[in-house]
Nanobody
Framework: QVQLVESGGGLVQPGGSLRLSCAASGFTFSTYHMSWYRQAPGKERELVARITGARFGSVGGSINYADSVKGRFTISRDNAKNTVYLQMNSLKPEDTAVYYC?????????WGQGTQVTVSS
C-alpha cells in the first residue's frame, strides 16, 4: 500500500536549520508531483514547496515555493531512493508547524502523517 513517512522534524533555535525527509513507497514515485505542506495551530494547511514529477513527456523537476520561504527553504527529490527532502535554513518562529509530505498523481493524492517543527529559543 501507499506510504509516505516523514522524518527530521524537531526543536531548533531561530536561525537554525533542519532537513526533512519523506520516504515514499507503493506508487511510481518518479511520476508524482511531490510537495511539502505545513499547518500551524489554528491555521489552514498551506503549501510550502512543490517539485514536479516526470509525466506526459516532461522530465519533471520544476519547483515552486511559498513566498514566505523563498531563499530559505530548498526542496529536492531523489527518484532512485523514492525520497523527497526539504532543507530549511534561517528558520523563524513563524515556521513552527506540522509539516506534511504530499504526493499527487493523476487521480491520486496521498498524505504522510506529519512531522513537528518547532522554532523557539
Amino acid at each position: 500500500q501507499v506510504q509516505l513517512v516523514e522524518s527530521g522534524g524537531g526543536l531548533v533555535q531561530p536561525g537554525g536549520s533542519l532537513r526533512l525527509s519523506c520516504a515514499a513507497s507503493g506508487f511510481t514515485f518518479s511520476t508524482y508531483h511531490m510537495s511539502w505542506y505545513r499547518q500551524a495551530p489554528g491555521k489552514e494547511r498551506e503549501l510550502v514547496a512543490r517539485i514536479t514529477g516526470a509525466r506526459f513527456g516532461s522530465v519533471g523537476g520544476s519547483i515552486n515555493y511559498a513566498d514566505s520561504v523563498k531563499g530559505r527553504f530548498t526542496i529536492s527529490r531523489d527518484n532512485a531512493k523514492n525520497t523527497v527532502y526539504l532543507q530549511m535554513n534561517s528558520l523563524k518562529p513563524e515556521d513552527t508547524a506540522v509539516y506534511y509530505c504530499n504526493a499527487a498523481g493523476t487521480g491520486s493524492f496521498y498524505w504522510g502523517q506529519g512531522t513537528q517543527v518547532t522554532v523557539s529559543s
